[in-house]
């Protein structure tokens, strides 16, 4: 078809119009604009889900019957107002507005004239339906504007369908224009959005806001200069008790005496009202002249406040520093289980100037120290997840790997190998750890010993195995041998393949239905149908074909862990920390391991993209020259990658530093967990100096990483 | 002597890019190789040092088999043989010396790697290539900083790092201009003469060809369908170039006597 086909005026389809009036999209997929035809279907059904079930969210209104029937009316009320005014609209933009100018003008007036109308039309109609008058409003409103969109949409796919051909697709500009605005509409009742109430209730949130803002105040110690004096007194008074003794006037310090020392608690009923307790005489002296004296009222467990409603205690000291006041003693509550005297205390302040000193305070040091763990805890793991994910990336990197090839025969000694070198591996770094102790004494050897026996056996007997076979197969055995060996050692593999998937199987589907005894019971039953199924499926495959046919053995190594480090990723580092948690408990342990698993996989991921997309023409020259695996990687792949690798690393650097302040949050320890304790507390001076902290590393990293990034691409 | 039975390869999509090709090479011949795009040249010269692994068919080399070849064996026969590129194919971040050195991978120990080790050896005769193609003193410069001529300096100076007994040369010259053409080789000619090596070289220009060639197989679709000795195509003229060739064949316009 040519562009001049293309503008050509065509004629409308008159019975796809009418087929996807009846189902939305079937106009459009009977004249072959198939997927066209399943997105306004999908498009329509989700909108007229969602508003039956933004109506369906009143709690007064269950029936969705109802609400059914409510919105099919709807639905045809407001196309047929949309077809009333959109005929208005065509007949005044032929007879009045003929101008380009007026034709816009009477457009907009038009779309305004169509929301008004149908809000007010409908509303009654709501209101009848739902008949709850408060929340009617916003849900009526919501329910009308999604059930005219709907219909909107609907109306034009009919007239879509109608000049839908399988060679021309109109534009979708209106449907996706008409689309976003009913999920705007949908979606801000679906997820609450209640702008009234955020402007209502934001003040509440200014007292918070203020000490998060500017928290520094907490960060430094302050010295106090106030005039301080206590007295103490028992209360209650049992029989026979004198009390504390009675303290005398001080010369060179401020002094308060309370007479008696001994007394009985007021009493406060349900109704409030007060039965007061023993009356105090209270003199002191000492203060500073003309300067207001507060009195505080000390609980035998040390806790202060001021005793209102007892007597004044708030007033100015004398000319001489002196005062005298009565005073009864509070309703202070008292434990149940308290035993032994209970010594109240009675303080008189003078609050005096603060006086900075320069120390950070207690909370400001502990937030350092926890940024910095926060900070480290970010670096290790990326440090330790770059040189994890190196070797995978290589592993994962397609171009590289599928040069990896070898013959059926050598891969099935190979894999035999594998398995046999890596149990003698086991075996051998065992017995070589029982000599000093093993797992107890030294875990780091033992687990390095393993590690080097398990893998080095494993490759060793793989590498002597397939070649071993190989050479057997190739040079002493008949051909029918060789085929057989292939066809049973694959068979072997697949069964016991299939045997670990079969139990597998058993042990995720059942146990979710099922009860672990039929799990138990089951998995041995799958594992055999499993194993069968792989051998019968192996075979096959050996038969078919030759033992010296080459086969790809780099395609399944980059295909297992490819798929292994996707699953790895899609699982987020918050699970991954909870995960931590349970394995090490809290701590920053714990968020290192979960930064460092998500790191392997995702710069896993990133790195073997870029090796990907190196530049083959080296490789290919390096190659020719002679050059092995190990060479060609080093001369041609490295100085490819290197600089994708180094931006990927400090990226992934900046982001684990973020994840760190976060994964905190759920018990990783660091800043996060420190921020996480103190907005529980309501401590939110403290928990400001932690967002503080936060937000300048995040920023100052963020401008590093940028920097140094700059500098290497 | 190179001596190819039979090479056909199908590639995994089913394309046939060689289908029965048999020829041999006598030892300091410089052999062209002439055809359109996807005629099967790169493919041709690729399954000589296994770049590519042919589907059937037997190459031999000095009566080793190459197709046979286990990887050790491979590596030794691959030192052997020199390959430059159209694209060059040099690591445009590493320096020009570095390239060169990687023609030693097939001599030195793989582990001396790790460190980017070559013996003082190695490194002396680097300069000598490098002189002999006349950019010594490009050494240290970074390989993307280099112009195209240098480049393709720099990849037979990488070459010349195997002691090569033959060099295959994948269109060396369709990235340059005609000037660096002669340039480019004339250092190949030169090779072949002073050093003896055997050269299979694949072009497109017919008076490139007749200039260069002392013999030249013509490939179509993936089959020999021209062999000619440097009299034979010495005498040929377009209308029967255009006729192996195909109706593309072009004639460059500027000769060595052109320019000086």
Redesign the interface.
Same mark, same amino acid.
């Given at each position: 078809m040519t562009d001049l086909e293309a503008t050509l005026p065509r004629k409308r389809s008159f019975l796809q119009s009418f087929l996807s009036l009846l189902v939305p999209g079937l106009g459009q997929a009977i004249a072959g604009a198939y997927s066209r035809g399943l997105a306004i279907l999908t498009t329509i059904a989700t909108f007229t889900g969602l508003t039956i079930w933004t109506a369906a969210q009143r709690p007064r209104f269950p029936d969705y019957g109802l609400t059914t029937r409510a919105f099919l009316l709807l639905l045809l009320e407001t196309a047929a107002i949309l077809i009333f005014i959109a005929a208005l609209h065509y007949i005044v933009r032929r007879t009045i507005a003929k101008k380009p100018t007026t034709q816009a003008a009477a457009q907009t007036v038009f779309i305004v004239l169509a929301i008004l109308v149908i809000a007010l039309i409908q509303q009654p109609l709501l209101d009848t339906i739902l008949s709850e008058e408060n929340q009617s409003m916003v849900y009526g409103l919501t329910l009308v504007f999604g059930a005219a969109l709907t219909a909107a949409i609907w109306l034009w796919n009919v007239s879509d369908a109608g000049w839908v051909r399988r060679d021309y697709a109109p534009s979708m500009n209106a449907l996706i224009f008409l689309g976003i605005a009913a999920l705007i509409v949908l979606g801000s009742r679906v997820t609450q959005v209640d702008l009234p109430k955020a402007i209502r209730e934001y003040r509440d949130t200014e007292i918070i806001l203020q000490r998060i803002v500017w928290p520094w105040e907490s960060a430094f110690v302050y010295e106090e200069n106030n005039v301080v004096a206590e007295a103490r007194i028992q209360a209650p008074c049992p029989p026979g008790a004198t009390g504390p003794e009675v303290n005398e006037p001080r010369e060179d310090e401020p002094w308060v005496i309370v007479t008696p020392t001994c007394g009985d608690l007021s009493e406060r009923d349900t109704q409030g009202n007060i039965d007061f307790g023993t009356e105090l005489d209270i003199r002191g002296g000492g203060f500073v002249p003309d300067q207001t004296v507060n009195l505080r009222w000390q609980n035998p467990i040390g806790n202060a406040f001021k005793p209102r409603g007892f007597g004044d205690a708030e007033f100015p000291a004398s000319e001489e520093g002196t005062f005298e006041t009565k005073l009864f003693i509070p309703d202070a509550t008292i434990s149940s289980t308290a035993q032994g005297d209970q010594i109240h205390t009675l303080i008189a302040i003078q609050t005096g100037e603060r006086e900075f000193t320069g120390q950070l305070s207690n909370d400001m040091k502990l937030a350092l120290q926890q940024m910095l763990v926060t900070i480290m805890m970010g670096m290790m793991a990326t440090l330790v997840g770059v040189v994890l994910s190196v070797p995978l990336s290589f592993l994962s990197a397609r171009n590289l790997m599928s040069s990896i090839k070898s013959t059926l025969q050598a891969f099935v000694g190979g894999v035999f190998g594998l398995v046999l070198g890596g149990w003698l591996g086991s075996i051998i770094a065992a017995r070589i750890s029982a000599s000093y102790g093993g797992l107890e004494a030294m875990p780091l050897l033992t687990f390095a010993l393993n590690l080097i026996f398990i893998l080095g056996g494993a490759l060793l007997l793989y590498r002597l195995a397939g070649t071993g076979l190989e050479w057997l197969g190739q040079r002493a055995l008949p051909e029918i041998v060789a085929h057989l060996i292939t066809i049973i050692g694959l068979a072997v593999v697949g069964a016991a393949i299939g045997y670990l998937l079969g139990i597998a199987f058993a042990r995720g589907v059942f146990s979710i239905t099922s009860t672990p005894e039929f799990v138990e019971l089951m998995s041995p039953r799958t594992g055999a149908i499993g194993a069968a199924i792989g051998a019968i499926f192996m075979a096959y495959y050996g038969f078919r074909r030759q033992p010296f046919d +080459?086969i790809t053995t780099g395609n399944f190594i980059y295909v297992f862990v490819r798929v292994t480090l996707n699953i790895i990723r899609s699982i987020e580092p918050l699970i991954w920390a909870v995960i931590g948690i349970i394995w090490v408990g809290p701590g920053p342990f714990a968020g290192f391991i979960a930064l460092t698993i998500h790191t392997i996989a995702a710069l896993g991921k990133l790195y073997s993209e870029a090796i990907e997309s190196i530049?083959p023409?080296?490789i +290919?020259?390096?190659?020719?020259?002679?050059?092995?695996r190990?060479?060609t990687i080093?001369?041609?792949v490295v100085?490819?990658i290197?600089?994708p690798f180094i931006a990927f690393t400090i990226y992934r650097w900046d982001i684990n530093v973020r994840l760190s302040t976060i994964i905190g949050l759920v018990g990783g320890g660091g800043i996060g967990f420190l921020l996480i304790q103190w907005i529980r507390l309501f401590q939110y001076e403290q928990a400001g100096i932690a967002v503080w902290l936060i937000t300048i590393t995040v920023a100052a990293l963020d401008f590093v990483s940028a920097e140094i990034r700059g500098r290497f691409v | 002597m190179l001596k190819i039975e039979n090479l056909t390869k199908v590639y995994d999509d089913g394309t046939v890019a060689l289908k029965d090709v048999s020829f041999t090479v006598e030892e300091g011949e410089f052999l062209i190789v002439i055809g359109l795009s996807g005629s099967g040249k790169s493919t041709l010269l690729?399954c000589i040092?296994r770049?590519i692994?042919p589907t059937e068919g037997k190459i031999t080399w000095n009566d080793i088999d190459i197709t046979e070849a286990s +990887?050790g064996e491979?590596?030794?026969?691959?030192?052997g043989?020199?390959?430059i590129?159209q694209?060059?194919?040099?690591?445009?971040?590493?320096s020009v010396m570095?390239n060169v050195l990687?023609?030693?991978?097939?001599?030195v120990n793989?582990?001396w790697?790790?460190i980017?080790y070559f013996p003082r050896k190695d490194r002396e005769r680097a300069h000598t290539a490098l002189e002999r193609v006349g950019i010594r003193e490009k050494a240290s410069n970074r390989a993307d900083a280099l112009s195209g001529g240098q480049k393709q300096r720099v990849?037979i100076a990488?070459?010349l790092?195997?002691d090569p007994k033959m060099l295959?040369a994948d269109e060396p010259v369709a990235s340059l201009d005609p000037v660096l053409a002669h340039t480019i080789l004339g250092y190949l000619e030169k090779l072949n003469q002073e050093d003896k090596i055997t050269v299979v070289c694949s072009l497109h220009y017919l008076d490139l060809v007749q200039r260069y060639a002392t013999r030249v197989i013509g490939l179509r679709e993936g089959r020999i369908i021209y062999e000619g000795s440097q009299e034979e195509i010495r005498r040929l003229t377009d209308e029967q170039f255009k006729q192996i060739y195909g109706e593309e064949a072009q004639r460059m316009s500027v000769g060595p006597e052109g320019i000086s």
């Open positions: +080459e530049d023409g080296p +290919e020259a390096v190659q020719s020259t002679g050059a092995d190990l060479q080093v001369y041609a100085p490819q290197l600089p | 690729r040092n770049l692994d +990887e491979l590596r030794r026969i691959r030192r043989i020199g390959m590129f694209q060059f194919n040099l690591v445009d971040r590493s570095t990687t023609g030693r991978c097939g001599y793989p582990l790697s790790l980017n990849g990488r070459a790092m195997q295959l």
